[in-house]
């Protein structure tokens, strides 16, 4: 069992920055890869990006890329999302995912922690 806390949220102006950040419990981090997903009021969930177990691989949502990056600290069983020149569109709820497959799809998460306001002001 695997849980997620994320912390980070907040208020930004259009064209901000803040980093998010998510803890996770127990001592298989490292067999993991991580991901983030956003869900907007009204919208769908979808995708943004995700970190393969070492770090040494990443993919992003097309709409994130180039704005966002994510990593990881094994050693801290965290992984963050630094989000840069945010956008109204950005706002959401974001949400930390840890899975066993490294994908980009939803339905291949195994642990979902209960997410982040991010509200950005144009």
């Known amino acids: 069992q695997v849980q997620l806390v994320e912390s980070g949220g907040g208020l930004v102006q259009d064209g901000g920055s803040l980093r998010l950040s998510c803890a996770a419990s127990?001592?298989?981090?490292?067999?993991?890869?991580m991901g983030w997903f956003r869900q907007a009021p009204g919208k769908e969930r979808e995708f943004v990006a995700t970190?393969?177990?070492?770090?040494?691989?990443?993919s992003y949502a097309d709409s994130v890329k180039g704005r966002f990056t994510i990593s990881r600290d094994n050693a801290k069983n965290t992984v963050y999302l630094q989000m840069n020149s945010l956008k109204p569109e950005d706002a959401a709820v974001y949400l930390c995912?840890?899975?066993?497959?490294?994908?980009?799809?939803?339905?291949?998460?195994?642990?979902w922690g209960k997410g982040t306001l991010v509200t950005v002001s144009s």
């Open positions: 970190i393969n177990w070492t770090g040494g691989s990443t």
């Open positions: 127990g001592r298989t981090f490292s067999r993991y890869a």
């Open positions: 995912t840890a899975g066993s497959s490294w994908s980009r799809r939803a339905s291949d998460v195994d642990y």
